[in-house]
């Protein structure tokens, strides 16, 4: 049984990595006879998400065939592409399209770099307006919003059923059968990284704001409530931080419960739970469900690049921004549909049948929230912030003394006295 088991799951990741190849080979085929290449700099190591994109990609070539091809690069996680995006301002080789999250929009546009999308693109009414709003600055829009996640409580419904517990709807609840689960199971079953993205959920359901009056603000009572939920929750035992790899990538390693991570980690989870995976929104306050933190990229366009790319590039977002795009690409990876009409197509329908789960992710992007999107975001949400939770997770400072040495540091850099 298990030979048997094992064989067909070789097979199944075998065909999945040869129609991948395939994808890949195809695009190389079709850029290499195309008049016009647009590379479209993207932060899709692999899997579903990176599959999706380059099929997308092929299917788009070949309806394009005579105007030319998209080029999909990968250029390493999120981060090594906003790194190389900044050195490609100064060596002057920019692609004609990137993934940037909208932190990234706002420094880019620093720079002048981008082009205006507003009147070129023709899905854009159709479009989910939270992400839309998104990706105006000073009115204008910058972006397209293509692969927009959003944060879900993932379970383990074996367990659940096994000591008879409930799924968790309000904060409180969370925590109480986090701890009682914990207790029963022997060992801590919420599952976090000790990051930006996981303090941000407890962060805003709590009531936290980063931006008061006008001023960047870390260490807030909410922040420090927050952070002391996660510290907490470890030295109680019903909280075990997650510091190498995804959280899919320790399954096996323990006891699994919960965990409130993105939405696009839906087919890793997947793939990985050998129990069965329950997702639901998250638990919240007055019945209703938490906000989640809004991830995913938007897809930008660089202004300097030359008419026939930029054609291309603006045919590229419409198509990938489409109804029916969005209903398979949100439905091979766990992405919120941005668009509003993707719901109805054969591809969503199809997978809400098969897996009625789905409807979370969708539900879910109505209780969504942003972090700021300023310039400096990412270096503060990362080498800042991030550093001053997996601090005081990592027992190395108390929660307080974290987040106001974060600030010391935001308020510094916003200064520019670091940089
Ligand atoms: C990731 C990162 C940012 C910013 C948030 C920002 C930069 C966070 C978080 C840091 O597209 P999302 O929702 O999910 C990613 C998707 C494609 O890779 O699949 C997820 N994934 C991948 C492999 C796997 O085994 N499991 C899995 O869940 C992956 O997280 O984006 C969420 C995670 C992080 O990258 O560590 O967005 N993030 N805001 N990154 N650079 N800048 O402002």
Same mark, same amino acid.
Not at 262 to 269: D, E, I, V
Not at 319 to 340: D, I, R
């Given at each position: !049984?298990?030979?048997?088991?094992?064989?067909?799951?070789?097979?199944?990741?075998?065909?999945?990595?040869?129609?991948?190849?395939?994808?890949?080979?195809?695009?190389?085929?079709?850029?290499?006879?195309?008049?016009?290449?647009?590379?479209?700099?993207?932060?899709?190591?692999?899997?579903?998400?990176?599959?999706?994109?380059?099929?997308?990609?092929?299917?788009?070539?070949?309806?394009?065939?005579?105007?030319?091809?998209?080029?999909?690069?990968?250029?390493?996680?999120?981060?090594?592409?906003?790194?190389?995006?900044?050195?490609?301002?100064?060596?002057?080789?920019?692609?004609?399209?990137?993934?940037?999250?909208?932190?990234?929009?706002?420094?880019?546009?620093?720079?002048?770099?981008?082009?205006?999308?507003?009147?070129?693109?023709?899905?854009?009414?159709?479009?989910?307006?939270?992400?839309?709003?998104?990706?105006?600055?000073?009115?204008?829009?910058?972006?397209?919003?293509?692969?927009?996640?959003?944060?879900?409580?993932?379970?383990?419904?074996?367990?659940?059923?096994?000591?008879?517990?409930?799924?968790?709807?309000?904060?409180?609840?969370?925590?109480?059968?986090?701890?009682?689960?914990?207790?029963?199971?022997?060992?801590?079953?919420?599952?976090?990284?000790?990051?930006?993205?996981?303090?941000?959920?407890?962060?805003?359901?709590?009531?936290?704001?980063?931006?008061?009056?006008?001023?960047?603000?870390?260490?807030?009572?909410?922040?420090? !409530?927050?952070?002391?939920?996660?510290?907490?929750?470890?030295?109680?035992?019903?909280?075990?931080?997650?510091?190498?790899?995804?959280?899919?990538?320790?399954?096996?390693?323990?006891?699994?419960?919960?965990?409130?991570?993105?939405?696009?980690?839906?087919?890793?989870?997947?793939?990985?739970?050998?129990?069965?995976?329950?997702?639901?929104?998250?638990?919240?306050?007055?019945?209703?469900?938490?906000?989640?933190?809004?991830?995913?990229?938007?897809?930008?366009?660089?202004?300097?690049?030359?008419?026939?790319?930029?054609?291309?590039?603006?045919?590229?977002?419409?198509?990938?921004?489409?109804?029916?795009?969005?209903?398979?690409?949100?439905?091979?990876?766990?992405?919120?549909?941005?668009?509003?009409?993707?719901?109805?197509?054969?591809?969503?329908?199809?997978?809400?049948?098969?897996?009625?789960?789905?409807?979370?992710?969708?539900?879910?992007?109505?209780?969504?929230?942003?972090?700021?999107?300023?310039?400096?975001?990412?270096?503060?949400?990362?080498?800042?912030?991030?550093?001053?939770?997996?601090?005081?997770?990592?027992?190395?400072?108390?929660?307080?003394?974290?987040?106001?040495?974060?600030?010391?540091?935001?308020?510094?850099?916003?200064?520019?006295?670091?940089?």
């Amino acid at each position: !049984m298990k030979k048997v088991f094992l064989i067909s799951a070789l097979a199944v990741l075998l065909s999945f990595a040869f129609a991948q190849q395939k994808a890949a080979d195809v695009l190389k085929a079709q850029c290499a006879k195309a008049a016009v290449v647009a590379d479209l700099w993207h932060g899709f190591r692999g899997g579903a998400p990176r599959a999706a994109l380059e099929n997308l990609a092929v299917a788009f070539n070949k309806s394009h065939a005579d105007e030319g091809c998209v080029r999909p690069i990968n250029q390493g996680g999120y981060r090594d592409l906003s790194t190389k995006i900044k050195a490609a301002f100064a060596a002057g080789n920019l692609p004609a399209m990137a993934q940037a999250f909208e932190n990234n929009i706002a420094l880019y546009l620093q720079a002048d770099a981008l082009q205006p999308l507003d009147g070129k693109l023709s899905s854009i009414a159709e479009l989910n307006p939270l992400f839309v709003n998104a990706v105006r600055f000073d009115g204008k829009l910058y972006g397209l919003p293509f692969n927009k996640s959003v944060q879900i409580l993932y379970y383990n419904r074996d367990l659940l059923k096994k000591y008879g517990y409930a799924l968790p709807r309000s904060l409180n609840d969370f925590v109480s059968t986090a701890k009682k689960l914990s207790k029963a199971a022997g060992e801590p079953v919420y599952w976090f990284r000790p990051d930006t993205s996981t303090f941000a959920y407890w962060f805003f359901n709590m009531g936290g704001k980063y931006v008061i009056d006008g001023k960047v603000v870390v260490n807030s009572p909410q922040a420090v !409530m927050a952070l002391t939920t996660l510290v907490n929750g470890v030295k109680d035992g019903w909280a075990k931080a997650i510091t190498s790899g995804y959280i899919n990538q320790n399954f096996g390693k323990g006891v699994y419960g919960f965990s409130t991570d993105t939405s696009a980690g839906y087919s890793y989870y997947l793939r990985a739970a050998k129990f069965d995976l329950g997702i639901a929104t998250l638990p919240g306050s007055g019945g209703k469900p938490g906000y989640g933190l809004v991830q995913g990229t938007d897809l930008i366009v660089f202004k300097d690049i030359d008419a026939a790319k930029q054609k291309l590039a603006l045919e590229f977002l419409d198509f990938v921004s489409s109804a029916k795009a969005q209903a398979l690409f949100s439905a091979a990876t766990g992405y919120v549909p941005v668009n509003l009409k993707a719901q109805d197509e054969p591809a969503l329908q199809d997978k809400l049948m098969d897996n009625p789960d789905f409807k979370v992710v969708i539900e879910q992007g109505n209780y969504a929230v942003f972090e700021p999107a300023i310039p400096e975001w990412e270096q503060i949400r990362f080498d800042i912030l991030g550093q001053a939770i997996t601090a005081a997770v990592l027992g190395k400072a108390t929660p307080k003394a974290a987040l106001d040495k974060a600030q010391k540091q935001v308020d510094d850099l916003l200064a520019g006295r670091i940089r």
